[in-house]
């Protein structure tokens, strides 16, 4: 029989140095003076005998072997539709198997998909690379396809072929450096990676980076995973989020790392499960109050002391708390129960493992190659090259993917001032300015803002927070008024000064009077958020209330204390978990929080404070409606340094809606103190820190304070009242 392939193409195959495997292999129709034929060609190591089935019936055609490596070619007098045969191939030990060729079907990628993509603009870029179990002309099976344009091959190896390269050689598209294939066969569960031949022969394998879910660590591969079987139940949350603003409305955020939350000490101090978290988070949450969780960093990572901040899976929740459904079970119960879902999200960096984006293809793919752009020296991870089309619309489609898929409310973008400049961090020497001389990444900026716009265009009532630690101007201004475009922005500097302040003996507060007040200065130049992180109660820097000082019983007052000035200053809420009950260890990712604490009393006190904090912030507008603007703050006090007092006022939609907040830093109490007020009539005391249920000592006002028309501080009226030591009260006037 004379085949029509050239011996050239055989070793080609044979060899796996084919750039384009399925222009030979597969059912490829030709006509002679015959007449119309099918080459039928499959290429089956270790196969001693291979039979063709058209139709995928009997009788069985044999194939001749043109090569001893395993490569088969059979003749067909009639057509044969491209994907209608089957192979069945038998090996030396006897073994028969039957399967249908993956080199029968055509590319399922578009070429509009490949276009958006070099383009750096397809939003749903993760519903078309990667690995999808899909039904291509009636058989079921996955489409693989990855971008890895300097290859010289790829093939996807994995649980279905013995993990060997030789049996899924992939194609590349054109131009565009995605390969793809169809197995037929697979589905949902099955393992996998790409191995990948680089320009100087060098082989590795590598992880899916567009993978819906990975092997636990410290195993690397992939895992086909269909994410549209969860049957959501969140509609009406989602459908009142589409019309609410966040920028006007309570946000009270519970800042949790999954894997040190809570675990199971009697079962080999696990983990929780993603479902039984939902049992267990839940009611805590809103019991304590707080609008929003957010979750430290839930993508796929190799490494539990990064907290998850390493990233090598961009659009696979990790593993470690069960499968993608459980952790949409998780979200969806927090939604029915009226709580938001905020992820943290790594778009300025990724770890240099060799299974993940490090030098992907053999170049520096998602990364600069020059190390004064490409490398972060601190961290020791990579860099993404925000000036290349496909890497944007890599990180873009990895947002998108989780506000789409996972129903998520809101990302909390880390490490932006790491993207923001080119010399972060770094010396003279080992960075280089932008093409206009400058320090900022003009391609990083350009990417956040075209990012801000996608998130808030695409996916109505989310929003993005920025942490970003610089006085960069306009991160959460619009971008079409010259900012960044992000909802909101961490408020470093009022978390720096205000722990600062208050880990001074009250003896010296006097002297520093201005680490309280300065953050007014520019508390509206944006859209802020008071955040009391993970990050300041870690790498030594102490738990909250060990950096309180004096006594036991100083230490709970001034941390509630600090709790109390927080919720009225304006800006919205964050805190990390552990501080709401006053755990006196930094916190550990390798265990659970000191449950054991809620037992005592002073702690239980500050927990208890902390959910009345959030109750009443969340019941009066005046505390989150005028947020980023002085229509809702005035002071009242804010230059009495020698006894280190301040107060003021927050205001609602209108002067008569208002709280005062008096607040008094030494253990020295204040009785008789004179603070000026709106209106004349009763105030009632809303909030006391000093209270008995907290902790406290138990002193205050009765209730509340009559007021009288005794001009003062500015205001109309004003009233005498008792300031507890290490203590802030709230007042209200009577309605």
């Known amino acids: 029989m004379a085949s029509r392939v050239s011996q050239e193409d055989i070793a080609r195959v044979v060899q796996l140095t084919h750039h384009d495997p399925f222009t030979v292999l597969g059912a490829h129709p030709h006509e002679d003076e015959t007449g119309r034929r099918t080459a039928v060609r499959a290429f089956v190591p270790e196969a001693t005998d291979v039979w063709v089935l058209p ?32 192979l069945r191939a038998r090996t ?38 990667g690995a999808h179990h899909l039904e291509v002309q009636g058989v079921g099976g996955v489409r693989f396809a990855v971008w890895a344009p300097n290859a010289r091959r790829v093939s996807v190896v994995g649980d279905f072929n013995c993990w060997d390269p030789r049996r899924h050689p992939m194609r590349v598209l054109g131009s565009s450096g995605v390969w793809e294939i169809f197995v037929p066969g697979i589905g949902p ?31 690397t591969a992939s895992v086909v995973a269909q994410l549209d079987g969860y049957e959501w139940g969140d509609a009406e949350w989602l459908a009142r989020r589409r019309t609410h603003d966040p920028l006007v409305e309570p946000l009270s955020i519970y800042e949790l790392h999954l894997g040190s939350w809570m675990r199971v000490p009697e079962d080999d101090n696990r983990w929780l499960t993603y479902r039984e978290l939902a049992a267990k988070l839940i009611p805590y949450v809103k019991g304590l109050g707080f609008t929003h969780v957010e979750f430290l960093p839930l993508s796929e990572h190799p490494l539990d002391a990064s907290w998850g901040y390493q990233v090598t899976g961009y659009f696979a929740a990790t593993s470690r708390f069960g499968s993608p459904q459980d952790l949409m079970f998780l979200i969806d119960q927090l939604h029915q129960a009226g709580i938001g879902v905020i992820l943290d999200w790594v778009p300025a960096h990724f770890p240099a493992d060799e299974h993940a984006l490090a030098r992907f293809d053999g170049t520096a793919l998602y990364e600069h190659e020059d190390p004064r752009l490409g490398e972060h020296q601190d961290w020791g991870t990579k860099i993404f090259n925000f000036g290349r089309n496909e890497v944007r619309n890599f990180l873009a489609a990895s947002a998108s993917f989780w506000l789409d898929c996972y129903h998520i409310d809101g990302l909390r973008v880390d490490a932006v ?35 801000n716009e996608t998130v808030y265009r695409t996916f109505p009532g989310t929003f993005t927070i920025a942490e970003e630690s610089t006085a960069f101007p306009g991160v959460s201004r619009p971008t079409y008024l010259g900012g960044l475009g992000f909802g909101f922005k961490w408020n470093m500097g009022w978390m720096h000064d205000s722990l600062e302040y208050m880990g001074f003996d009250p003896v010296y507060r ?13 508390a509206f130049h944006e859209n802020f958020i008071l955040p009391l992180s993970h990050d300041e109660v870690v790498h030594l820097k102490g738990s909250l209330i060990r950096k309180m000082p004096g006594d036991e019983w100083q230490k709970f007052a001034n941390l509630r204390l600090l709790y109390g000035t927080m919720w009225g200053h304006p800006g919205k809420k964050m805190l990390f978990m552990g501080s709401e009950f006053a755990q006196w260890d930094e916190w550990n990712h390798d ?48 230059n009495d340094s020698a006894q280190s007092t301040l107060s003021w006022i927050r205001f609602g939609e209108q002067a008569a809606d208002h709280l005062l907040f008096a607040c008094n830093y030494t253990p020295v109490p204040r009785e008789g103190y004179r603070i000026g007020v709106p209106e004349v009539g009763f105030y009632r005391e809303l909030l006391n820190s000093d209270a008995l249920e907290y902790g406290g000592s138990g002193m205050g006002n009765q209730g509340g304070m009559q007021s009288e028309p005794v001009p003062w501080q500015g205001q109309p009226a004003s009233m005498t009242i008792t300031l507890p030591p290490l203590g802030v009260v709230v007042f209200g006037p009577r309605r």
């Not at 080119?422 to 990417?447: C, T, V």
């Not at 006097?510 to 200065?521: A, D, E, G, I, M």
């Not at 604490?597 to 507008?621: A, C, I, M, W």
């Open 55 to 86: 139709a995928g019936q009997e009788p069985a055609l044999p194939m001749q072997q043109l090569h001893p490596g395993g490569f088969f070619e059979a003749e067909l007098v009639e057509p044969v539709e491209v994907t209608g045969y089957l």
């Open 92 to 129: 030396a030990d006897g073994a028969v198997r039957e399967f249908r060729d993956s080199y029968a079907f055509l590319p399922q990628l578009g070429e509009l998909d490949l276009h958006l993509f070099r383009e750096g603009t397809h939003e749903q870029l993760y519903r078309r690379l």
């Open 189 to 219: 569960g099955t393992r996998y990676k790409y191995q990948i031949l680089d320009q100087q022969g060098r082989q590795s394998d590598r992880a899916d980076p567009f993978a819906f879910a990975a092997e636990q660590r410290p195993h």
């Open 417 to 451: 001032a790491s993207m923001i400049y080119l010399d972060y961090s770094r010396q003279p020497g080992q960075w280089i300015p932008n093409r206009f001389g400058g320090r900022e990444n003009l391609e990083a900026l350009e990417f956040l803002k075209r990012l």
């Open 510 to 522: 006097k002297y520093h009077h201005n680490k309280l007040t300065f953050s007014l200065v520019y």
């Open 591 to 638: 265990k659970s929080l000191d449950w054991h604490l809620t037992n005592f009393d002073r702690h239980k006190g500050v927990q208890r404070l902390v959910g009345d904090l959030n109750r009443l912030y969340r019941s009066d507008p005046a505390l989150y409606a005028h947020d980023f603007d002085w229509e809702g703050f005035c002071w009242l006090e804010l």
